[in-house]
């Protein structure tokens, strides 16, 4: 019982997995341009969600919650280092 | 060409050399340091021999207690602490005498204001706080150890590598002139090629690995091995601070080992990441490295800050006030402080907008830090405060703080800073939220801790005057400096032309020479607790009338912290127990306890990383190399080598705890009007009028 639970969870990450991949697959290799981009870049993120949701095992309830916390957290810190290094230096070399 | 065998190294590297062949005051002083080193080494070597205590050295190098291992930290701390001390000192005096030229040369003040920023920031005030989390955090929460002993051990060897090499640095070669922040191009090989900036670079990334590691070690023990009971709104403020310093550390550190690679990269593999020409940035260097230098400030108050939430309420026999305003400031804090590197280089050409931003990012931090403050006022008001140690370090810490936190307010101001920015002003600043916030936090938690872990308690009478001396020191030393920043007198500055810097000077090199007394005090303080101990001793372990965990089980604590692991129903457990009366009652059932036997690991790997950090420093490639191999067999022998446990038997647990229950239960205890007197046995009796 238990066990066909988490076989059906595997399958339907893989299956959603596949699913955002095909999509920039094709979009790339059929239309391109700037649209492609940024559908591109909205299925990779989605694509890192499905990961840490059906693979890691991600939830809102008990110790995976923390663990859900500990990556939000992590992808606020990056965020804010990743963005805030290209601002900075991005002003830095607009007004050199 | 370098040498195969022996590298750049040469027999004029050591300084004791130069000084024979070339004498002059400067190198006297270089030299009169560097002697100390094999000086002291013998001298410990002899100690050792004449009192036999090889063993239990290597009993303490090899063990995986997290106790162990964080007293060993903080000694390793007070060792560098008088380096430090010594060298501020010097360079206050230095100073005092600079008009139209001192008696140090710029080269050599150069060296002693970059060791001495280095040295307190890596190997002062980080591991005198690591070392607190290691003996508290574990203790607080109910654990037997961390979740990592044998990763403790290492990082623990790895911070004590980068700390020979900066003390090696000393007696061979030469050290960075640079600053502790190390900015390229200056230390660039263009401008600088000697061995200065990789002693600098390589003792830094060294044990920034070491701090990362400890980083993860603390949040995976906090986050996993509480105690029953103990959710994340019942722990207490101590660990909490750590908890976020861990998190801090994680994210903090990578940034900075990233910055000494690519440094590293530049210097020796002549890459380009931050030269000037060949699509080098160097600003990158100073934002990769204020991305970890801005969160460090707040990995050093944050535990800090935690003493002092301990502290409060246990001096003054009250329950914490706003503890969940205290985590929310921790945790935003801790978010905030990744905001606002930037106001490290607010001078260095972004826009307006991009400046304001950060300015605000940084005023914003204040708000929680006074809600701090707010709070530990609020825990004292009312209260049945006694006025120990630990209670004149927060008050010291009240004040003075506030201060250099108000100070750190001006500075957040982009159009202010672009006046005060490189002045003694912002000199005085970090010290003044450095040795009133981290040091005297510290100094407050050895205090009230130390008794936990060697089972004795340290000398009020002593202890007061250190605090004292480091009160006064410390505002004869750095308050001055903000009118000279004031008046326009730089820092790191060798000498000056104008006499009206002269008095404020002398009374900063005055109290400078008071610091030296307090750190003095501290050395007799601890000699005069040992010499004394048999009188200080508190076997019942809670000679504070303390409330959290780390009070409920005997001092020293057992290698095993708790006999069997307490549950946990509210925030001040170990109170609510002995209001109830059931914080002694005998145990029906003891269990066997698994220990984690003692390793090599951890000084086999703080070997190698000497020898890897010497051998990269003077390019003996050898040495690196082998040293390098060294770490990674180690780590694979260890890695496959099955986990031994010591298993400590039920009935010798029971030995144990049974007498230290049977004598708690038939002891009178001591009231807190006796307890800085020898009655106190670490018994506390409940005050016959309760406080608020």
């Known amino acids: ?96 | 060409m370098v040498d195969p065998l022996f590298g750049k190294l040469s027999w004029d590297s050591i300084i004791l050399v130069q000084e024979i062949e070339n004498p002059n005051l400067n190198l006297l002083i270089t030299s009169g340091a560097a002697v100390m080193i094999p000086v002291g080494g013998v001298l410990l070597i002899a100690l050792l021999w004449w009192l036999n205590w090889w063993k239990p050295l290597l009993g303490w190098l090899t063990s995986v207690d997290h106790k162990k291992i964080g007293a060993m930290y903080i000694i390793f701390a007070v060792v560098m602490l008088f380096r430090g001390v010594v060298e501020g000192t010097l360079m206050r005096v230095h100073q005092a005498t600079a008009l139209n030229g001192g008696f140090l040369s710029s080269d050599h003040f150069n060296q002693l204001f970059t060791t001495h920023g280095t040295n307190m920031i890596f190997f002062v005030a980080m591991p005198f706080l690591i070392g607190l989390i290691n003996i508290v955090v574990p203790l607080q929460i109910g654990a037997r150890d961390v979740a990592f002993p044998r990763l403790n051990q290492i990082s623990l060897g790895l911070t004590g590598a980068g700390g020979f090499l900066i003390t090696i640095s000393l007696l061979i070669g030469e050290f960075a002139t640079g600053g502790w922040t190390g900015y390229p191009s200056y230390n660039g090989k263009l401008i600088n090629p000697g061995v200065g900036p990789d002693y600098w670079l390589i003792s830094l990334g060294i044990s920034g690995i070491g701090s990362t590691l400890t980083g993860v070690n603390f949040a995976v023990t906090i986050y996993k091995m509480r105690a029953k009971g103990m959710t994340f709104m019942r722990m207490p403020l101590f660990t909490w601070t750590a908890l976020c310093t861990s998190i801090l550390l994680i994210f903090a550190m990578p940034p900075l080992t990233a910055c000494c690679v690519m440094l590293g990269l530049d210097r020796y593999l002549d890459f380009h990441f931050f030269t000037n020409d060949m699509g080098g940035n160097l600003m990158n260097f100073i934002n990769l490295f204020w991305m970890f230098g801005h969160p460090e400030v707040y990995i050093l108050i944050l535990p800090a800050f935690g003493v002092m939430s301990e502290i409060s309420p246990t001096f003054s026999a009250k329950r914490l006030y706003g503890y969940t305003g205290l985590v929310a400031a921790t945790m935003c804090i801790a978010v905030v402080s990744f905001m606002v590197w930037l106001h490290h280089f607010f001078t260095m050409g972004q826009s307006a907008t991009v400046n304001a931003a950060f300015g605000i990012a940084t005023l914003l931090i204040g708000i929680p830090t006074g809600v701090k403050v707010y709070d530990w006022l609020a825990t004292l008001w009312g209260g049945r405060i006694r006025f120990t140690t630990p209670m004149i370090y927060l008050i010291g810490f009240f004040f003075l703080f506030v201060i250099g936190g108000l100070s750190g307010v001006i500075l957040a101001n982009p159009t202010l800073d672009y006046q005060l920015h490189n002045s003694l002003f912002l000199v005085a600043h970090f010290h003044n939220v450095i040795i009133p916030g981290v040091l005297f936090g510290i100094l407050a938690g050895i205090h009230y801790w130390f008794p936990k872990v060697f089972g004795f308690r340290l000398m009020e009478s002593y202890g007061k005057i250190t605090a004292v001396c480091w009160i006064i020191g410390f505002c004869l030393t750095f308050l001055p400096l903000y009118p000279l920043g004031m008046m326009g007198m730089t820092r790191r500055t060798v000498d000056y032309s104008d006499p009206a810097y002269v008095p404020l000077m002398m009374v900063s090199g005055a109290g400078a020479l008071f610091l030296s007394l307090a750190f003095t005090f501290i050395v007799i303080l601890f000699w005069r607790s040992i010499v004394n101990r048999k009188k200080l001793a508190i076997p019942m372990g809670d000679p504070w009338d303390g409330r959290t965990l780390e009070w409920w089980t005997p001092s020293p604590a057992p290698d095993w912290n708790f006999a069997i692991l307490p549950e946990v129903h509210s925030r001040d457990p170990f109170t609510e127990a002995k209001k109830d009366g059931t914080a002694y009652q005998p145990i029906e059932k003891y269990e066997d306890i698994e220990l984690p036997s003692t390793t090599y690991y951890g000084l086999i790997i703080g070997v190698l990383g000497c020898g890897l950090g010497f051998g990269l420093v003077w390019y003996i490639w050898w040495m690196a190399l082998a040293s390098f191999l060294g770490c990674v067999v180690t780590a694979m022998v260890y890695g496959f080598l099955p986990k031994k446990e010591i298993v400590i038997p039920a009935e010798e647990v029971r030995k144990v705890d049974e007498a230290w229950r049977a004598e708690a239960r038939e002891s009178q205890g001591v009231t807190r009007d006796d307890e800085s007197t020898e009655a106190n046995k670490g018994l506390a009796r409940p005050d016959a009028l309760p406080a608020v």
């Not at chain 1, 399958?11 to 596949?18: D, Y």
């Not at chain 1, 809102?60 to 290094?85: C, H, N, P």
């Open chain 1, 1 to 96: 019982m238990e066990k066909s639970k988490e076989f059906h969870h595997y399958l339907i990450g893989f299956v959603l997995a596949t699913i955002l991949t095909v999509i920039p697959f094709t979009l790339v290799a059929t239309v391109g341009g700037t649209t492609s981009y940024v559908v591109l870049v909205i299925c990779a993120v989605l694509q890192a969600v499905v990961h840490m949701r059906f693979f890691l095992h991600l939830s809102y309830k008990g110790q995976q919650r923390e663990d859900l916390q500990l990556v939000l957290f992590t992808g606020l810190i990056l965020l804010i280092m990743v963005a805030g290094s290209i601002w900075v230096l991005g002003s830095l070399y607009a007004r050199m």
